[in-house]
């Protein structure tokens, strides 16, 4: 989109009573526009969050944002040494240019958090992650929920530690799972039946892709309502009522089973993974089981 389309869609957000909006990407900062576009959300009293890999990340930019500062710059460092960070990146001469944006920010005092995405390239580094991280004053936020890429693409699944290797995770790195409070009585909790159990679900946030398509969604992609081209305004009520209260049409092992709260199964990752959104997947299944039969202690 073209800053002005940008900016035609944050009023539209704006006239629908949006309080919320993340930039990211790929990179927003990459865009010539940036400033322009975060100036623009700002006066309108947005409440920002800008994701990026602050790769991009300029002095222009950081000086900028010292002034008028977002709610929270989140990046993600999955390596602290370039052999590793370049080696998941595949981009030469990342390592340097993040490291040289992440004191931008440091230096300009913005609000920050770092993440981490657990793979079987950077699992044996975690603890030198953890201390770089922690020794900036942040606090360490692993992840390992990879997932497909959005032309299905199995490659990151690839990627993913073993569930086992998971639970191994002692202390800190029991942030793991931060979304998963298992309580003693986990196996008798009552089912969710609807398919959707997120954001989504509960009408409470939307998706815009870089062409102006409203999604409910980032991994799927349909039903999307172009924003730059139809008439209709922007009405939550009938964007959302496609999926509150959807339930599953199959029967799948997933409809109805106790432990999906503590599941990071969900239609969009079943769906990118398998083609299907009401799949399965087994590996959500082995690691929330496990989970039950042995949780991970919290640091």
């Known amino acids: 989109m073209k800053t002005k389309e940008v900016k035609f869609?944050?009023?539209?957000m704006y006239k629908a009573g949006v309080i919320w909006i993340c930039f990211t990407g790929g990179d927003?900062?990459?865009?010539k526009d940036f400033l322009n576009i975060y100036s623009y959300a700002k006066d309108k009293g947005f409440i920002i969050t800008i994701f990026t890999n602050a790769y991009s990340m300029n002095e222009e930019?950081?000086?900028y944002l010292k002034r008028r500062p977002p709610f929270v710059i989140e990046i993600t460092v999955n390596g602290v040494t370039k052999d590793v960070y370049e080696k998941i990146s595949q981009v030469k001469g990342s390592f340097d240019k993040v490291m040289h944006g992440l004191k931008l920010i440091l230096k300009a005092k913005l609000p920050l958090r770092i993440k981490t995405e657990i793979t079987k390239d950077n699992l044996n580094q975690l603890p030198m992650i953890k201390k770089f991280i922690e020794g900036l004053g942040?606090?360490?936020g692993p992840n390992y929920k990879l997932h497909a890429r959005l032309n299905g693409d199995?490659?990151?699944c690839d990627l993913r530690i073993l569930p086992r290797e998971v639970l191994g995770l002692n202390g800190d790195k029991?942030?793991?799972v931060d979304d998963c409070q298992l309580p003693k009585d986990a196996a008798g909790r009552s089912a969710n039946t609807n398919l959707f159990r997120c954001a989504a679900g509960g009408g409470d946030g939307i998706n815009i892709d870089p062409y102006g398509n409203m999604l409910l969604c980032h991994l799927i992609r349909k039903p999307a309502f172009n924003l730059l081209k139809t008439d209709i305004e922007y009405t939550p009520n009938r964007f959302f009522s496609l999926v509150i209260g959807k339930k599953f049409t199959t029967g799948s092992k997933c409809n109805g089973c106790n432990l999906r709260e503590l599941c990071f199964w969900c239609p969009g990752r079943a769906l990118i993974e398998t083609?299907?959104?009401e799949m399965p997947l087994e590996y959500c299944c082995e690691?929330?089981?496990l989970f039950v039969k042995k949780p991970l202690r919290r640091g």
């Open 9 to 12: 869609i944050l009023d539209k």
């Open 28 to 31: 927003p900062l990459i865009r």
């Open 61 to 63: 930019i950081a000086n």
């Open 138 to 140: 942040l606090r360490f």
């Open 154 to 156: 199995l490659a990151p």
């Open 174 to 176: 029991a942030q793991l």
């Open 275 to 277: 083609g299907n959104e």
């Open 287 to 289: 690691l929330t089981h």
